[in-house]
């Protein structure tokens, strides 16, 4: 019996291995996760205040044996043998597959030439937030390098923990990739009004750590000293076993609409991937979005099963600062004209039409679940290709519905 494997326990690998048990498959299930935790989730890490110091596991440790499902923790894969069907680990065993699943996920991108220290930081692990969160307690100043997702969520955390907060983006403003500069704004006021210290269209040229704290080099020649530096540049997808077994990549590891690779043994998904998005005439796009790697995970399941399931979900996200959550659903590339509908004084959908008045994309940010509905409802409208009426879309008094 070779059976399924699974390489990477983070949500791609962990629902996909679930899934496969829910469809009735009765072989071996082996998912290999070189963490040497339970799988966690990792959207906690960012957030939160103190309830962000208990990983929240994915699943209970004894679902794994109910499910019959064999999780080999802490341990890596190093090499994948195609034409074999074989899978091998850095603790010399070798694996054969009937199909493949890899769930490998992404890396932060580091500062060129600077590494981690116990004062330079980036955020991917559970390990790497205890190490953040050691800073956050402290007088000292926390610089974050980068004004996305992970460190604008970093610094709502800092402030709620009291730390000095400096946030520096080498564009004019934050979230510059996917999100409306309306709605960007309306964070970076936030934020300021938080008291952190936001400073945009800064290029950093030099980064030296010192025992005694991190000193920022500036390309007009000025530094600054802070105690401790978190980089949010991105994340790179980690494609290394797949492409050293001679898969084709592009921008991760490229599958189809079935999410299978260039060998049709072996399946991707979640943010080691890119695929082509249905709703979007198949353009090929990576995600890195916890609710894409769970569907994701969900479909190569069944066609790892000899399904032919098409992934067309509507890409989605989310993320929590202060109180604002933002959620963008769809992507607004080629949009042509903007529709705001103003929920409240503090809560706002913008949607984004294409040159037919289809709808593309919708990006809301307000208190709590103030947004979720309608983004939610526009979702829908994005799938199935609506034209909305561009009136009822500006009115909150008419449902989308
Ligand atoms: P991962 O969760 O990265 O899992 C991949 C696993 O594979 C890792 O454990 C890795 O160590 C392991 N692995 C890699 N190579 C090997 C190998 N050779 N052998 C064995 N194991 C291997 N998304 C949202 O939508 N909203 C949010 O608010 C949000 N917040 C986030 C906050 C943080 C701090 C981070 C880091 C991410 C956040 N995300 C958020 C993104 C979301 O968590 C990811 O999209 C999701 O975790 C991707 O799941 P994955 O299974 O593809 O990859």
């Known amino acids: 019996d070779k059976g399924m494997v699974i390489v990477g326990a983070g949500e791609a690998g962990v629902r996909a291995a679930f899934a496969l048990r829910e469809r009735g498959y009765q072989g071996t299930v082996t998912l290999i996760g070189d963490e040497p935790h339970l799988p966690y989730e990792r959207p906690p890490l960012s957030k939160g205040g103190e309830e962000a110091e208990t990983v929240r596991a994915i699943v209970a440790n004894e679902r794994f044996a109910e499910a019959g499902i064999t999780f080999l923790r802490g341990h890596r894969a190093i090499s994948v043998d195609p034409a074999r ?3 091998l680990l850095e603790a010399g065993e070798t694996l054969s597959y009937e199909r493949l ?13 600077i590494g981690t220290s116990d004062r330079i930081h980036v955020l ?5 937030a205890s ?33 000095a907060v400096t ?54 020649g000025r530094q600054i000293k802070v105690d401790a530096l978190v980089v949010g540049i991105g994340a790179q997808p980690n494609t290394r076993l797949a492409a050293e077994a ?5 921008n991760g590891i490229a599958v189809d609409r079935h999410l299978a690779t ?9 943010d080691c991937c890119s695929f082509p998005v249905t709703a979007y005439g198949g353009r090929r796009v990576r995600l890195e979005s916890w609710r894409n790697a769970q569907e994701q995970g969900s479909v190569a399941a069944a066609n790892m099963l000899g399904e032919a399931a098409s992934f067309d979900a509507v890409p989605w996200f989310w993320s929590d600062q202060y109180d604002l959550t933002l959620q963008v659903a ?11 509908r103003t929920l409240s004084p503090e809560a706002e959908i913008l949607f984004h039409l294409d040159a037919d008045g289809r709808l593309l994309a919708a990006s809301g940010l307000g208190p709590g679940g103030a947004v979720a509905r309608d983004i939610r409802l526009a979702e829908m409208l994005i799938a199935r290709g609506t034209r909305p009426d561009r009136a009822a879309l500006a009115d909150p008094s008419v449902k989308l519905k």
């Not at 699943?101 to 030439?113: I, N």
């Not at 991917?124 to 790497?128: H, K, L, S």
């Not at 709605?183 to 006021?189: K, T």
Request: proline share 3%.
């Open 262 to 270: 260039s060998d049709r043994h072996i399946f991707a998904a979640g």
């Open 167 to 220: 946030l520096f983006e080498a564009q004019a403003r934050v979230l510059m990739r996917g999100v409306p500069e309306k709605l960007a704004l309306a964070l970076q006021a936030r934020h300021a009004a938080e008291g952190v210290e936001l400073l945009c269209g800064v290029g950093i040229e030099t980064i030296a750590d010192g025992e005694s704290g991190v000193t920022i080099g500036f390309a007009d």
């Open 124 to 128: 991917r692990t559970v390990e790497d």
């Open 101 to 113: 699943l890899l769930a490998t996920g992404a890396a932060p991108r580091p500062f060129p030439g």
């Open 131 to 163: 190490a953040i969160r050691r800073h956050m307690r402290g007088d000292g100043r926390l610089a974050i390098l980068g004004g996305g997702f992970i460190g604008l969520e970093l610094a709502a955390m800092g402030r709620k923990l009291g730390t």
């Open 330 to 340: 769809g992507l607004s590339d080629g949009a042509t004209s903007t529709i705001g």
């Open 246 to 250: 001679g898969l084709a990549i592009d």
């Open 85 to 87: 069907h074989a899978l």
